[in-house]
Nanobody
């Protein structure tokens, strides 16, 4: 069993950059599939991007492709979401989620472990 904790969310201005962290405890994180979702006010949870190291794959939603990047640090048992050129429509609660096997899924119900979320607000 792994526990996930996101951090790094805050209020920023449009065009700024921000890095979110997802730190795991309870198990070695490096082999897990890792995904970021976000949920804007009044909307469902939306896929942002995923990282599956066992198959050397990362993938991103079209809305963030070229602006967001997922990185992982095995030594720190952590993953990061680097967000550049932020837009007001990126405002949401951002969640990391993980699964112990290789998954290439944008579905929220595919992932077993979830963090509590961190709020990102982008002002115009």
């Amino acid at each position: 069993q792994v526990q996930l904790a996101e951090s790094g969310g805050r209020l920023v201005q449009a065009g700024d950059s921000l890095r979110l962290s997802c730190t795991a405890s309870g198990d070695t994180f490096s082999s897990y599939s890792l995904v970021w979702f976000r949920q804007a006010p009044g909307k469902g949870r939306e896929f942002v991007g995923l990282s599956v190291r066992s198959v050397n794959t990362t993938a991103y939603a079209d809305s963030v492709k070229g602006r967001f990047n997922i990185a992982r640090d095995n030594a720190k048992n952590s993953a990061y979401l680097q967000m550049n050129s932020l837009k007001p429509e990126d405002t949401a609660i951002y969640y990391c989620a993980a699964h112990p096997t290789a998954l290439l899924s944008p579905r929220t119900d595919s992932y077993r472990y979830w963090g509590q979320g961190t709020q990102v607000t982008v002002s115009s």
